[in-house]
């Protein structure tokens, strides 16, 4: 028998196959057209001129795709970052980020990126539940998963009292995800600061996974580099130090097809991850980025994505308004459910109103203190439009409200 990675199996089934499995065979009794809740794939379209904009530069196709990313692309990036976040232009510099082949690869290499030699600084610290490749760098980097519960008690964040004078020398990184997946909480600036000085004392990696900053229902997400420029003083070196953001273009311009994310921060932490890619790779195709730095220079098509998202959520208040186990969330495409049992929660809803949604215990798992706050919700994926979600959510109302929990 060959011998591979005992990590690999360690892992467990992905989400998804344990969905397919779940409900494998079961065939929905009611008559409404049946609705696919499970994957974060955006369904609101790009923008229509995006085609065109990918065919104009087929002359690159014969490039290679520089690690780093071509200088016009970081500018475009940069530049967005900027604008979008308050920052004083020209404090992303082109040393300071650089495209990747979507959010997921980053976020798994970030693992690679941390010390995993230090016997003594192995932990990765992450939310659970989370998004399956925090654990998975963990896992395969040689690094020790520290799960810390996101749970309604804390804003559904981590509570960053765990990292604490005896885990915090031994943390080579902890990730944030910020506005959440799945629950939808956004990181207030103050926690942000309180992370962002954490990781500066005990010199861990920050990185914070900002996939979702552009779909909020209300005010907009505050950003960790502006905090790190909010707190930065006169002579004290690269104003994000410790720090790396990550975001991508398939929530923004709902183009997750076109594979393009960016990472950016601390100046060092750049260096050595593009370093690190001239290895393993994970560039992303030079007329996707040419593509990707059009849609970052405009903001038309990224306010018409929120708006539809929006009409979804009102949907879904208007519905599920007062149901036991509904909670509106403050961003993100995801709605966390309260319910009694998530596996049965999730049965009922395909059997019983034709809908398909995620137990919240797959999507991570117990945490350090053996609670698992994913257990006992349903995770649906605001991703269609307002009428047929409506029409979806309005056949679930009944399994709720038989086996919903009241949410807090």
Not at 87 to 97: C, R
Not at 161 to 175: K, N, V
Not at 262 to 278: E, M, P, Q, T
Request: proline share 8%.
């Amino acid at each position: 028998m060959i011998s591979t990675n005992p990590a690999v199996p360690a892992l467990g089934t992905h989400p998804f196959p344990r969905i397919a499995a779940l409900l494998e065979g079961i065939t929905p009794s009611c008559g409404g057209t049946p609705l696919d809740l499970t994957i974060g794939e955006p369904r609101f379209a790009p923008p229509s001129w995006l085609s065109d904009a990918l065919g104009a530069r087929q002359d690159l196709l014969g490039k290679y795709p520089p690690n780093q990313g071509p200088e016009w692309f970081r500018r475009a990036a940069a530049e967005w970052l900027e604008t979008r976040f308050g920052l004083t232009p020209g404090a992303v510099g082109l040393d300071a980020v650089f495209p990747t082949s979507g959010a997921r690869e980053a976020l798994f290499q970030l693992g690679l990126l941390a010390d995993a030699t230090d016997g003594s600084r192995r932990l990765l610290a992450m939310p659970t539940p989370h998004y399956a490749p925090y654990r998975a760098a963990a896992a395969l980097c040689g690094l020790q998963a520290f799960n810390m519960p996101a749970e309604a008690a804390h804003g559904y964040l981590p509570d960053l009292d765990l990292i604490d004078e005896d885990r915090g020398p031994r943390t080579a990184m902890l990730i944030l995800c910020t506005p959440s997946n799945p629950e939808g909480a956004v990181a207030p600036p103050g926690y942000l600061r309180r992370a962002i000085t954490l990781a500066r004392t005990y010199g861990f990696i920050l990185a914070v996974d900002e996939c979702y900053s552009e779909i909020y229902l209300g005010e907009e997400p505050t950003g960790a580099l502006r905090v790190c420029q909010d707190m930065h003083q006169e002579g004290e070196g690269d104003p994000f130090r410790n720090v790396l953001v990550v975001n991508s273009l398939s929530k923004r311009s709902s183009s997750a097809g076109l594979r393009t994310g960016v990472v950016a921060g601390d100046r060092a932490l750049i260096a050595d991850f593009i370093a690190l890619r001239s290895y393993i790779g994970g560039t992303t195709p030079l007329p996707n980025l040419a593509a990707a730095a059009e849609l970052l220079a405009d903001e038309t098509h990224v306010k018409a994505v929120r708006e539809s998202y929006r009409d979804t959520f009102a949907a879904a208040d208007e519905v599920l308004s007062g149901v036991p186990g509904y909670r509106r969330p403050e961003a993100g495409m995801f709605l966390w459910l309260r319910v009694r049992d998530d596996e049965e929660a999730a049965v009922r809803a395909w059997r019983d109103a034709a809908v398909r949604g995620v137990p919240g215990s797959y999507l991570g798992p117990e945490g350090w203190d053996g609670s698992h706050p994913g257990k006992g919700h349903l995770r649906l994926a605001m991703v269609h439009g307002a009428r047929e979600t409506a029409a979806a959510l309005t056949r679930l109302v009944p399994v709720l409200r038989e086996i919903g929990v009241v949410a807090e």
